[in-house]
């Protein structure tokens, strides 16, 4: 009887965590409908008119670009160097492996701020001055850990036979690599990909650091607009972030776990 309270109590209480943290996002992407231009309910109707709006909006439109670019290229960069080290470490014998590896996923474990700052004193000890190629070393820096934890993963189940057999066949290894190994890790180079596509667009505590003056990516940009007044276009926006941050890594995984059905491994 005790035992079935403490239960309900634990669900109970999980409930109100999650109301807690998921309820301000849930009335942010209300009030984005609101046609009223005060943050208020009750709603005194629904509309599009900020988002709209939100595709007439100069700055917001060069954040979107920005962000996306940035994104782009930080799950290219962060993709090819995670596979490249993922091999290296799963498949070779590489001398200090377990030190290699503990560096390469070390930014995981150091709040992002610490790392922000360390990153921006040390590039000003080298007298670099920031730059976009900062920007995006930055957030390589930051998503590479994600992908390469989620590509060793996937790594380590695909048994070596399958390339040897490969191998003995005739292939050579650059042949083995792109028409076995690639193919069968590819849903998480894939998801890989993704995750740092979306922490790069979602970023604001390092990029606040490291953005040269004049660039704006889409949470500074939200940042910029709090500073002044709480306009219904940040809601939207807001809803925006929100969709493709949520979405994209539930498309991701989705992708993913059908690929990796179809592989049969």
């Given at each position: 009887m005790m035992g079935g309270?403490?239960?309900?109590?634990?669900?109970g209480w999980t409930l109100l965590v999650y109301v807690f943290m998921f309820l301000?996002?849930?009335?942010?992407v209300l009030l984005s409908f609101n046609a009223s231009q005060f943050g208020s309910f009750p709603m005194t109707g629904f509309s599009f008119r900020w988002f709209i709006e939100l595709t007439q909006n100069d700055a917001i439109l060069r954040a979107f670009r920005t962000s996306i670019i940035l994104g782009l290229l930080t799950a290219?960069?962060?993709?090819?160097?995670?596979?490249?080290?993922?091999?290296?470490?799963?498949r070779y014998r590489v001398p200090g492996a377990n030190v290699i590896s503990t560096l390469l996923i070390a930014p995981i474990l150091v709040?992002?701020?610490?790392?922000?700052?360390?990153?921006?004193?040390f590039l000003n000890f080298l007298s670099i001055n920031k730059s976009f190629a900062l920007l995006l070393a930055g957030h390589v820096i930051f998503t590479l850990p994600f992908v390469i934890l989620v590509v060793q993963a996937r790594l380590v189940s695909i048994k070596r036979d399958?390339?040897?057999?490969?191998?003995?066949?005739?292939?050579?290894?650059?042949?083995?690599?792109?028409?076995?190994?690639?193919?069968?890790?590819?849903?998480?180079?894939?998801?890989?990909?993704?995750?740092?596509?979306?922490i790069s667009f979602d970023d604001i505590t390092g990029t606040l650091f490291w953005?040269?003056?004049?660039?704006?990516?889409?949470?500074?940009?939200?940042?910029?607009?709090?500073?002044?007044?709480i306009s219904p276009e940040i809601n939207a926006l807001g809803t925006v972030m929100i969709v493709m941050t949520v979405g994209?890594?539930?498309?991701?995984?989705?992708?993913?776990?059908?690929?990796?059905?179809k592989s049969g491994t």
């Open positions: 309270l403490g239960w309900n109590l634990i669900r301000p996002v849930a009335v942010v290219l960069i962060s993709t090819t160097l995670g596979v490249l080290a993922s091999l290296a470490l799963v709040p992002e701020v610490v790392l922000a700052v360390a990153l921006l004193l399958v390339e040897e057999a490969a191998l003995s066949l005739g292939a050579n290894p650059v042949q083995t690599f792109f028409q076995i190994t690639l193919p069968l890790m590819l849903p998480a180079v894939l998801a890989g990909a993704l995750f740092a596509f979306t953005k040269p003056g004049g660039v704006e990516t889409v949470p500074t940009q939200i940042f910029a607009m709090l500073r002044n007044s994209l890594p539930l498309l991701g995984a989705a992708i993913a776990r059908q690929m990796a059905r």
